[in-house]
């Protein structure tokens, strides 16, 4: 079945380094959407992709989509301490829905 | 504005004890509404959603149920729990017609 992979699994950062996540299918995503997860919550919604090469910005945040549609990535630039908690890539399009397998980031002040 | 509520927020059970977990969405109708769990330190994995009253679909096979006896109401049973239920579990919503997933504040699950 489809599987999707995101790198690295943890990343630490100190507090305004970049960090960027990459999330990789095994087949063509029909479209992604990305989560944050803050440590003991729940998953949010941050932004939706659908079309092949589409890039989205999200004050700090940039999203992207590959032009093949197997691949995203989100960076985020300047890191905050807000910014600590698990990223997940997630295919949509179906009701078939698979998370990424998630980076965590820490951010350290 | 739409809410999702989910109880209870923590559960402590012994293995082979039965499972009932709540979820209930307010302000909005006919939503989607799935069952995921996560286990500790890891993704998300989608266990059962469904598309109206009565309409299940199971995703993974296991010792666990879903139901859906009214628009918006969902709930996880198991009639029998293992040590491997453990995990954290979440329910979401989505719009008929979307993909965006609403979660609620999840239930975390230990079994003993």
């Known amino acids: 079945g489809q599987q999707v992979m995101q790198i690295p699994q943890y990343q630490h950062v100190q507090e305004g380094e970049d960090f960027t996540t990459y999330c990789n299918s095994s087949?063509?995503?029909?479209?992604i959407q990305w989560y944050k997860q803050r440590p003991g919550g729940h998953p949010v919604f941050l932004i939706q992709?659908?079309?092949?090469?589409e890039v989205k910005k999200q004050k700090r945040l940039t999203f992207q989509f590959g032009e093949a549609k197997k691949n995203s990535s989100l960076h985020i630039t300047a890191t905050q301490t807000t910014d600590v908690g698990t990223y997940f890539c997630m295919n949509s399009g179906t009701y078939k829905y698979i998370f990424g397998t998630g980076t965590r980031l820490k951010v350290l002040a | 504005s739409q809410t999702i509520h989910q109880w209870p927020a923590t559960l402590v059970q012994p293995v082979g004890s039965p499972l009932s977990l709540e979820c209930t969405v307010e302000?909005?109708?006919?939503?989607?509404l799935y069952w995921y769990r996560q286990a500790a330190g890891r993704g998300l994995q989608l266990l059962f959603y469904?598309?109206?009253?009565?309409?299940i679909s199971s995703e993974v096979p296991q010792n666990l149920s879903a139901s859906r006896p009214q628009d918006r109401q969902f709930i996880l049973s198991s009639k029998k729990l293992l040590l491997s239920d453990s995990g954290f579990y979440l329910c979401?919503?989505?719009?008929?017609?979307?993909?965006?997933?609403?979660f609620g504040p999840g239930t975390r699950l230990t079994v003993l």
């Open positions: 302000g909005t109708s006919n939503p989607n």
């Open positions: 087949t063509t995503l029909s479209n």
């Open positions: 979401a919503w989505s719009g008929q017609g979307t993909d965006t997933q609403y």
């Open positions: 469904s598309v109206g009253i009565g309409q």
């Open positions: 992709l659908v079309k092949s090469g």
